[in-house]
């Protein structure tokens, strides 16, 4: 069954988002913050119950604090951060624009970079990244930090392609994984990491791979277009439905078999999303200036995994 019903934030397109309680949360959204240039890379700190994302053009990293709803500032300068993640250690690797690396921090807070070449060849300007069961760091490199000094430093790409790349967590060596992509941008892994979802901002739509043994990628297929707007980040929840950031048509929810079946009205363009809270069903949106949040009926993907399912 399908339909086209408006409700408040709601925008159900097929039955399946009503039924898999996609739209049984809180009937609007909360903002927590304003005043960015532009809001990026949204990350949940379970251990300290805080929200982190970037401001990219303004070179700072924010924070906020869900026991006091208090914002300050995580990291000033922060090299023009887009994507965050957490390895399996809690440790926060970050995508460096303006630095053209991937970095992680310590515990002790110092930084270690884990990739800022391909083939002795300077990055372009990572985007964002997720991590393996294995440990290993998979980012999105395209060229969104050098055409300008908006979102990092204008310069001349070295490698003269916009590819996804992952770093083996044995010997740090940062190999191509995946190519052919004008614009790739976020990626998150399927529920047994069997599969690879990328999104490719330029194309207006995401592809996804399928994962071999040894870390490579089959030839990719797409999953989903969206020729009205374009796609930034995306995400999955536990059941295995993808949500996907849209620039100017909210958050798209896709049924795993790629049927669009409904949206998140957000009354600005969207650049990232992020499962958080206590529970893990509250979705964190960062939305051009802003940053805002609802609780949901549908919760993320388990923060912690234990090898594949």
Not at 48 to 53: A, F, T, Y
């Given at each position: 069954m ?8 709601y ?5 399946r ?40 053009p ?24 887009n ?43 990572p ?6 069961s ?22 001349e ?12 967590p ?7 994984v995946?190519?052919?992509?004008t ?22 739509h ?76 509250r ?8 940053v ?18």
């Amino acid at each position: 069954m399908s339909g086209d019903i408006k409700y408040g934030l709601y925008h159900i397109l097929d039955d399946r988002f009503r039924t898999g309680k996609c739209a049984n949360g809180d009937t609007r959204l909360e903002k927590l913050h304003g005043n960015c240039r532009w809001a990026e890379g949204p990350l949940y700190l379970p251990a300290w119950r805080q929200l982190i994302w970037s401001d990219i053009p303004n070179d700072r990293m924010l924070r906020w604090d869900e026991s006091t709803g208090t914002v300050g500032v995580f990291r000033s300068p922060a090299g023009h951060s887009n994507g965050n993640t957490l390895d399996r250690e809690g440790r926060l690797i970050s995508c460096e624009q303006g630095n053209r690396r991937v970095t992680r921090t310590e515990h002790d807070g110092s930084v270690t970079v884990l990739a800022d070449r391909y083939r002795g060849m300077r990055l372009n300007s990572p985007n964002d990244a997720v991590v393996h069961s294995d440990g290993s760091v998979w980012f999105s490199d395209p060229d969104f930090g050098i055409t300008s000094d908006y979102e990092g430093h204008r310069a001349e790409g070295e490698i003269g392609a916009c590819n996804v790349y992952r770093i083996d967590p044995a010997d740090g060596e940062v190999r191509l994984v995946a190519d052919g992509f004008t614009g790739p941008n976020g990626l998150v892994f399927s529920l047994d990491e069997r599969q690879l979802f990328v999104s490719d901002s330029r194309a207006a739509h995401i592809r996804v791979f399928d994962v071999r043994e040894d870390g490579t990628l089959s030839d990719g297929k797409v999953f989903a277009e969206s020729p009205r707007s374009s796609f930034d980040n995306i995400r999955l929840d536990d059941g295995g439905r993808l949500w996907a950031a849209a620039f100017d048509e909210g958050v798209h929810c896709y049924d795993p078999d790629g049927t669009l079946i409904g949206r998140l009205l957000v009354p600005e363009p969207v650049s990232n999303l992020a499962f958080g809270g206590p529970k893990n069903n509250r979705l964190f949106i960062t939305a051009t200036t802003s940053v805002y949040s609802l609780v949901m009926s549908v919760t993320g993907t388990p923060r912690v995994r234990r090898g594949r399912i």
